[in-house]
Nanobody, 123 residues
Framework: VQLQASGGGLVQEGDSLSLSCSAS????????MGWFRQAPGKEREFVAA????????SYGDSVKGRFTISRDNAKNTVYLRMNSLKPEDTAVYHC?????????????????WGQGTQVTVSS
């Protein structure tokens, strides 16, 4: 399975941006999906996760109330809507497919990773 994240770009503080993650095909199991991000010199950070059915979501503390994860299984696509962006949101955003049907905040629970898309927020 190949995952391709897109939608990144350069925005100003307070702006909104939507990311998409398309899977090349549906996996043999129904996967939870997640978004992680990594800024230069920093460790990878959990952003959001969603279950296969889309009925369970979870968010990192730094993005709660500002970001929304969703998915369209018919299109094999996961989305991340980011509102009220801050300079500290600047990072490369990666999508990932979990081994199980539930999403997870632990990167080790994911088996497929996309290459990422750059998000830069200027102040």
């Amino acid at each position: 399975v190949q995952l391709q994240a897109s939608g990144g770009g350069l925005v100003q503080e307070g702006d909104s941006l939507s990311l998409s993650c398309s899977a090349s095909r549906r996996t043999s199991s129904n996967n939870g999906m997640g978004w992680f991000r990594q800024a230069p010199g920093k460790e990878r950070e959990f952003v959001a996760a969603i279950s296969w059915r889309g009925d369970r979501t979870s968010y990192g503390d730094s993005v709660k109330g500002r970001f929304t994860i969703s998915r369209d299984n018919a299109k094999n696509t996961v989305y991340l809507r980011m509102n009220s962006l801050k300079p500290e949101d600047t990072a490369v955003y990666h999508c990932a497919a979990a081994r199980g049907a539930l999403g997870s905040s632990n990167g080790y629970d994911y088996q497929y990773w996309g290459q990422g898309t750059q998000v830069t927020v200027s102040s």
